[in-house]
Nanobody, 125 residues
Framework: QLQASGGGLVQAGGSLRLSCAAS????????IGWFRQVPGKDHEGVSCISNSDGSALYIDSVKGRFTVSSDNAKNTVYLQMNSLKPEDTAVYYC????????????????????WGKGTLVTVSS
């Protein structure tokens, strides 16, 4: 199971940290991805971290602003989002797969096998 949390309302330029708590699988062997969706639009992959080696990928639009990290002892992955923009407004989901991040790239992590419920991030201008 995956559960994303930490969303909220923030002004442009602000920061939020999302958490993805995982249970029921061998966390260290999985990759965890973050993707987002604006109602009425397609899913958009954002980032991915491979728990086996800590390697991370990002889409271009969030590079330098978002940082993904993993606490394997807590079975939790974090997405630190800084310098938020109104276009970052979306429901954010975390997903998990036994395939590593290179298989999906950051852009297509919504194709991962397991999804959790999302958390809404709203960035006001």
């Amino acid at each position: 199971q995956l559960q994303a949390s930490g969303g909220g309302l923030v002004q442009a330029g602000g920061s939020l940290r999302l958490s993805c708590a995982a249970s029921g699988f061998s966390f260290d062997d999985y990759a965890i991805g973050w993707f987002r969706q604006v109602p009425g639009k397609d899913h958009e992959g954002v980032s991915c971290i491979s728990n086996s080696d800590g390697s991370a990928l990002y889409i271009d639009s969030v590079k330098g602003r978002f940082t993904v990290s993993s606490d394997n002892a807590k079975n939790t992955v974090y997405l630190q989002m800084n310098s938020l923009k109104p276009e970052d407004t979306a429901v954010y989901y975390c997903a998990a797969d036994i395939q590593n991040c290179d298989y999906y790239s950051a852009r297509y992590v919504y194709g991962m096998s397991h999804w959790g419920k999302g958390t809404l991030v709203t960035v006001s201008s």
